[in-house]
Structure formats: C-alpha cells, structure tokens
C-alpha cells in the first residue's frame, strides 16, 4: 500500500475519531404523554465540540445553541414513543447526527394532599434501544445487533416475538429475534436509499400462560449511510453564450444530485472542467459555469465541447465521481458586414427601357446564415436623384437586384453612375468596421426615338366666343437625334369638345368652334387637348396643350328659384329670399343689382341682403293667393334682363330660417263655391235625363215593327242585348210563320201573328188604325199592306211572344211616320253598304262583329241606340257602323230572294 493511501486512511481515522470524541452518546429518554409547549425534554452533551448550528429534524421540537431540547408547541407522544435527530454543524461544515429517542411514561394517580400533588417515579419495564445498522454490509448472516429486554423476565419465564416492516411486511426476513433471549439479528443487507429506517413492534410473553407480560415496544432500526452512489447529472449540458460577450458572462449551470444521506460529506459534490478551462471555467460548489475570455468567436468555431467531472466527498480521493460533456454553443452577433466579390460593377440598359432587372448584385457575409446579421439591405447612395433606379434584395440568395423603373436618355448621358452600399437588417457590434459600397457604371443603349415635344405640357390662352379660326398657338415637336421638326406631322389624340384645329404641317392651333368656358368640358377655365407627332419612320410622341380660357360676360344673372313663399305669421307678411347667379367671373358677375319691373304695382319692395341676393317682401297687406313678381337682375357691368318670380303669400307649416317657409296644406270649406254648386245642379241635371231616358226606353222596348223586304220578312228592334248573347253574322235569325191580318180599331193598333181565332189569343199581333198610315213603309225592310202581310219573320231573340204582353198598344204612330218618310233613303244606304267597299269612310264599311257587348265600337243596334231623337234626321248619315249586322242580315235576305 503507498504512502499516499496509508495517509489518506490516517486523516480519515483521525477524522472518524474526532467525531466520536466530540458526539458522545444518543439521547434516550421517557417522557410524558403529553408535554406542554417550550417543555425541556432533555439535552445533547455538545462538550468538546465546536458547534455552528443545531437543528432537529422534527419540527415539534427544536435544540438551543447548548444542546437542550425543547418542545415548539404541544405534543403527544405515543405509547411507540418518538424518534428523531438533532444535526450538529461545525465550523468546518461537517456534520454530525444525535439519535434522539423518547418513550412514554404513564403518570401515577395524584394524591391530593394539603394543597400540593406528588409525582411518583415508575421503574421502566423494557430496556427501549434505538438501534442502527450499516447498509450494504457484507456476509456472513445473521449479524447481531442487540438485545431487546423486558422487566417482566424478572417475574416470568418470557419468550419474544417481533411483527411489522421488515420482519413480517415488506421487506419480509430482514430482522428476526432470539425468542429466548431477546438478541434482534439482521438477516440481509439493506439499501439505505430505499429503506432508510425500519420501525416494528417487540412483544413480550409469559412461557405458561402464553400472556404478554409487558406492553409492545415499538422499536427503530436506523440504516446508516454508506459511500456507495455516485452523483449524477440531473439536466441535459447544453448551453449557450453568444460570441465576444465580457469574461465573466454566465454560461449555465450544471446540476446535480446524490442518492447518499443528504448533508453529508458523502452528498458533497465539487464541480470541474477536464478541458476548455482556456476559455470557460467553472464554481467548484455551485457548478455555474461562466466565460474565461472576450475571444468567443462564433465564425471560428460555433460550438464547444467540454467536458464535466463531479466528485462526491467534496472532491477528495476517496469520493465517487461521475463525467459527461457540455455542448457549449456560441450564437452570433453582427461583427461582420456584408462584403462584395467586385471592386466595380457594370451594367447596359437601352434608352426608354423602364422597370426591367439590370444587375445582380453578389455580396458575402460571415454571420449566421438567415439571421438579421446575414440579411443584406442595399441602398443607392449616389447617382439615383431623379428615382431613374430601385435596388431590393433576393431573399435566397442575399444578391441585391437593381432595377431601372424610368425610361434613361442616350442623348443625355451614355453613363450614369451610381454607388450602392451594403447593409445588414441588423446593426453592426461588436467590431470597429462599418460598411461598404461598390461602384456601378451603367451604359446607356441608343435607340431611334420618337419626336419629342418640348415642354411635353404647354399652355396658351385664349378668350371664350373668339370666332373660329382664331390662332392660339404653335406646339411642335423635335427628332432627338437631329433635334429637328422636318417631316414631323400632327394629329389630335383628344379634343373633348371638338374646339381645335390642328395643323398637320405646322402644328398650329386654332378654334374650330365656339369655345365656351361655362362648358362642362372645362375645369377651372382649363381645356386640355393631347397631340402627336409622326416622324417619317412612323415613330410617335404625344404632348399636352392646356388651354387657358379668359372669361367675357356672355351670361346673364339668372334667379335660381322663381317660385318662392312669403309666410304670413299672426297677420304680419314676412318676405322671401331671391337668389340670383352668374357663371361668368369677376368683373362679369356679382354683385348683382335688383329691381323691380313695371308691372309690380307697388304691392311689393326690395331690401338689400347679399351681392347675389335680394329680399322680397310686400308693401302693402297682400290676400293669401299667388303673385307674379317681375324682378330685373343685372350683373355688375348692367347686363341683364327682366324675369318673372312667382311668389305665393301663405300660412306656413315651418319657417327653418327667415325668408324660408312651407305652405300648409289647403282646408276643405263646409261651404260651397259657385263652380260647386254648378256642378251638383249639373249632376242632379244628368240624373233627371237618365231617368227620363231610361222610361223612353222601356216605353219603347215593346216596339215591334213588320216590315215587308219582299217575302213577307219583318224587322225587330232592340236596344237591349242579353250578357253573353253574341251578335255575329246571321244573328237574327228569321222563323217563317202565317200571315199578318191588319185591323184598325179606334186609335189603338193591334198586331195579331198568325190567323184563326187560336192565333189570337196566343198572343199574336192585331194592328189597329189607319190603313193607309202603313202603306210603302220600306220596300226593302218592310212592306205593310191594308188589312193583311204574308210571309212575315219573327226575331228568334224575342220567341212568339209580344214583350211579355198579349197585345201592345201605341197612343202615338210617330216612329212609323219616321220610317215611312225615309223610306227611300235607307234604301239607298243599304244598297250603297251591300254593292261598294272603295272610297269610303271607315265608318262606312261593313265589318264582321262577333260580340257587340261592352265595349264593342258599334254599339247596340237596338231601338235606342236609333230612336234617341226620333225627330233628327241627321243619325241616317253615320248608321254605318252600327247597322252593319242588320245590312248584313237584309242583303243575306235579298239574296235568297
């Protein structure tokens, strides 16, 4: 064995031997059941000790800087008693363990005496040992550890017998006892970390009587601790620090822990760095690693691998150690800025070329890829004053991409030079560089242009009204290259209004119609026309001319509302506001000038109220009505005319501001006008003729007339048509029946259909009167002969019956004195229908009528429609329409004759 061991084992045996000098025994002690707060329980002998701290490890009891223990409040302990310790620290930061074990006592029964109780000492029965055990120990087993004995063996043949943890429950077999003598053995070795104590219960029982001859002892087995863990790492060793950070920068820390009994020197872990110490170093207590140096740089190396050793025992030989490897990573900062590949750039664009890419622009950067740090942002620093260039970045390449967004001018410059410099996103640190630009020359391609104008805006300025073909101005343009106008020709591009003539030789500009400012083709007296120019190549160019149009005094104030109110408000008339305006300008327009015309009457006066505007009020208490008001407005150069306002005097509804008011609406009078009562009397009027019209109609609707067209046929009036009976062509139709026998009686006339007796009373017609009153009525409609008619037609409308009476009589024959004065007339009328279709009235044609209801053009071509003035020959003349259906059905009759 070296030298180096030998001593080793020499501290730790005087180590080991200062520790016990020092602790000298385990406190045991019988206490009561309950103990009140602050009671003394007992003391540590801390003699030859050199103590820092003290501490209990149960909380119902704490230790004074002497070593006596006390209780923190009130406490029970139980007949299986109390077990806990008291941890010494000395100055060297050792500590030391104090077993301290407390059992109850039952208290004697107090005698009263004078005034005072006397506490009686009992004699303990069981010789309560805490006892201990080493963990991991070798064989062989069993291993004694002490005897466990009662008072009762005194008194009895006794045998044990112990239950609990570790005997009969998990761990089962660890303990078991000498049942004769009481020796508790150990029977295995025992892991402290998974069982740091056990606690079962000893019983005590008489050999005869098989009774326990004692109470149960609850009894304690410590496992001491052992070196036999090493630490362990309890998070991963991955860190960062970014790069060039200040020596003494936090890295992290290394965390560990140990299984062994905490507190202890076996539980002591000291921290160290195997490698890296050049640049990282690392607490050897608290394990809090932190940078050596400022040269941390991330573009020499990103990462670094330490690695960590950590001892138990506070690093000493005989500890345990484990090891592993940090991943230290350094992030990076912004100390390097992007550079370019070229010392100069170059670049070609043709002329009026505009945004098109025309440069990539490669540049190389240090730092960490994707970052802020790498990003590049190009700006143009010089030679882009009139924006003719933009430059923005590839996001996968970090190459700047330059673009030309207007067209450039070979003629003005076949070089434009620019300067463009690199940027980061982020700021520089950490480093004394800056950043740097490069140089770009771009050469400009020439390329046959179009004729320019020059300006390529131009104003002139000409007066509204100027007669046409006034000249306003010459706009030409030049060829850049010859910056000549030869053989350049002009054309209008625009010209809303279609004012401007433009000469395709010379590029003059005159009016080709009248040029109106007021026009809505003008904005604030700017016309604007846009021209081209044509080279002989075909090549174009396209300028502006604004026209400036001077204003004259070609309009006249005009009132802008010439229907007005004057509100009448508690019997006092208030006035109206009178607007006027003028499109002309200044000195063309406002003020205006009011007056009132001749035929005001001086019912009305004028009050001043602004340039462009006048008060109207009455002069005299006007009716409410409406009024014509002639008013003349005249501009400021007195030109103007007389206009008519119409103002209307009223109750008002509202007034929102003065001179400005809504009528109210007209009241209904109870009482009547005299158009009113005209045209009630006219009513009642047309009422009274209806009535008498409607009495002539049915005194006449019983009319039935023979008439003789040659075969005996006879005609029916009607001025009545059935809803839905239909009038169409052969729609009266004729059923043949006997003859007419015609007898005259008295004034009276009957019409008797058919002959014999029979025929009489079923209703047929007997015509009494006159004979010669029938005679020749119509040759055509009707022949009547004296007393009797053959061959007669009666209407299939009206049956056999005669109105719905046996017998009509008629006081007065004066419609048959009609027909028979007129009976060459209609005639004439129905031949002329029946024979001619040319050259006619519209009236006059014979139609095709298939329903003459309402609404139907001709009417009916009943008796009324006919006999409504029966003395009136006029209605023979336009009997056309309305007779077309009777014609038609006379000359089909004709016909079959």
């Not at 004694?144 to 063996?153: H, N, R, T």
């Not at 892991?191 to 149960?216: C, G, I, N």
């Not at 050793?309 to 506070?314: C, P, Q």
């Not at 279609?498 to 005159?510: A, D, F, K, Q, V």
């Amino acid at each position: 064995m070296s030298r180096g061991v030998l001593f080793c084992l020499g501290l730790w045996t005087v180590f080991c031997c200062s520790v016990e000098s020092c602790v000298l025994r385990s406190v045991r002690v019988q206490v009561p059941e309950q103990l009140q707060a602050g009671t003394e329980v007992s003391k540590v002998n801390l003699r030859g000790c050199v103590v820092r701290e003290l501490k209990t490890s149960d909380p119902d009891f704490f230790v004074r800087s002497d070593g006596t223990i006390l209780t923190s409040h009130v406490t029970t302990v139980t007949a299986r008693g109390r077990l806990f310790w008291v941890w010494v620290y000395d100055e060297r930061g050792d500590v030391m363990k104090v077993d301290v074990s407390l059992t109850s006592r039952a208290e004697e029964p107090r005698r009263r005496s004078a005034g005072s109780a006397v506490l009686r000492r009992t004699k303990r029965r069981w010789s309560p040992l805490p006892f201990s055990i080493t963990e991991n120990e070798n064989p062989p087993f069993p291993k004694e550890i002490d005897v466990i004995g009662s008072d009762s063996s005194v008194n009895y043949t006794v045998y044990y017998r112990i239950v609990g943890p570790g005997v009969t429950a998990h761990p089962v077999g660890v303990f078991s006892v000498d049942t004769r003598t009481g020796m508790l053995k150990v029977n295995k070795a025992v892991d402290r970390e998974e069982f740091p104590q056990f606690v079962f219960t000893a019983h005590v029982y008489d050999v005869m009587t098989k009774k326990e001859t004692d109470l149960p002892l609850p009894v304690t087995v410590i496992v001491k601790d052992v070196n036999d863990n090493a630490p362990e790492f309890t998070a991963p060793l991955v860190f960062t620090v970014e790069e060039q950070c200040i020596p003494d920068t936090v890295v992290g820390k290394v965390n560990a822990t140990d299984k062994d009994e905490p507190n202890t020197p076996r539980t002591l872990i000291r921290y160290s760095l195997m490698n890296g110490t050049d640049l990282f170093f690392i607490n050897s207590f608290n394990g809090v690693i932190k940078a050596k140096t400022s040269n941390l740089d991330r573009e020499t190396k990103d990462k670094h691998y330490v690695s960590i050793m950590i001892k138990d025992m506070g690093g000493t030989a005989e500890g345990r150690s484990s090891t592993q490897t940090a991943v230290i990573t350094v992030t990076d900062i912004n100390d390097n800025p992007p550079t370019f590949r070229e010392p100069l750039l170059k670049a070609r664009v043709q002329e009026n070329q505009a945004d098109k890419l025309i440069l990539r622009i490669p540049v190389d950067d240090k730092d960490a890829e994707g970052t802020p740090n790498w990003k590049a942002v190009f700006v143009i620093a010089k030679g882009n004053e009139n924006g003719s260039f933009k430059i923005e970045t590839d996001p996968k390449t970090n190459e700047g991409l330059l673009y030309v967004i207007k067209p450039l001018d070979h003629e003005k410059g076949e070089v434009v030079k620019l300067e463009i410099v690199a940027q980061n996103e982020a700021p520089l640190t950490g480093t004394t560089l800056s950043w740097v630009s490069v140089p770009v020359e771009i050469t400009v391609g020439d390329e046959d242009e179009g004729p320019e104008f020059s300006p390529s805006i131009i104003q002139f300025r000409v007066k509204e009204n100027v007669p046409n073909g006034t000249l306003i101005g010459t706009y030409t343009a030049k060829d850049p290259e010859t910056k000549s106008s030869k053989g350049i020709k002009y054309y209008k591009i625009s010209d809303p209004a279609n004012w401007i003539s433009l000469s395709e030789s010379s590029g003059e500009l005159r009016t080709a119609n009248t040029v109106d400012r007021e026009s809505d083709y003008v904005s604030n007296s700017m016309y604007n026309i846009t021209v081209k120019a044509v080279d002989e190549s075909r090549k174009t160019g396209t300028g502006t001319v604004m026209i400036f149009i001077e204003d004259v005094n070609d309009n006249m104030p005009r009132i802008t509302e010439p229907s007005r109110v004057v509100c009448e408000t508690g019997g006092t008339q208030g006035y109206t506001v009178v607007t006027a305006d003028d499109p002309d300008l200044t000195p063309y327009s406002k003020p205006f000038t009011f007056e009132l015309g001749e035929g005001a009457d001086g019912k009305w006066r004028l009050k001043e109220d602004t340039s462009s505007s006048m008060l109207l009020e009455p002069a005299v208490d006007l009716p409410i009505g409406e009024y014509k008001v002639p008013l003349i407005v005249k501009d400021l150069q007195g030109f103007g005319e007389e206009q008519m306002v119409t103002v209307r005097v009223c109750e008002c509804v509202t007034e929102e501001k003065k001179g400005e008011g809504v009528c109210k609406a007209q009241r209904h009078s109870a009482s009547l006008g005299v158009w009113a009562v005209l045209a009630i009397l006219l009513a009642f009027l047309l009422a009274l003729l209806l009535c008498l019209l409607l009495m002539f109609v049915c005194s006449t609707a019983r009319e039935k007339l023979y008439i003789d067209d040659g075969t005996g046929g006879m005609l029916l009036k009607s001025n009545t048509e059935a809803p839905g009976d239909e009038v169409k062509e052969g729609a009266l139709l004729l059923t043949p029946a006997s003859a007419v026998d015609i007898t005259t009686k008295g004034s009276a006339m009957e019409q008797q259909f058919g002959t014999g007796p029979a025929a009489a009373t079923a209703g047929q017609q007997t015509l009494q009167g006159s004979a010669s009153m029938f005679q020749n009525v119509s040759k055509d409609f009707m022949t009547t002969e004296t007393h009797n008619m053959t061959d007669y037609y009666a209407s299939g409308r009206y049956g056999t019956g005669v109105y719905g009476d046996m017998y009509a009589k008629y006081s007065s024959l004066s419609t048959f004195d009609t027909w028979k004065t007129n009976e060459i007339y209609l005639d004439k009328k129905l031949d002329f229908f029946g024979e001619e279709e040319d050259d006619r009235f519209a009236v006059d044609l014979l139609r095709v009528h298939g329903y003459e209801g309402e609404g139907s053009l001709a009417g009916s071509v009943g008796c009324c429609s006919n006999l409504s003035d029966q003395d009136n020959l006029d209605f023979l003349n336009s009997l056309g329409p309305k007779f077309k259906t009777l014609a038609e059905v006379c000359m089909n009759r004709r016909g079959e004759e």
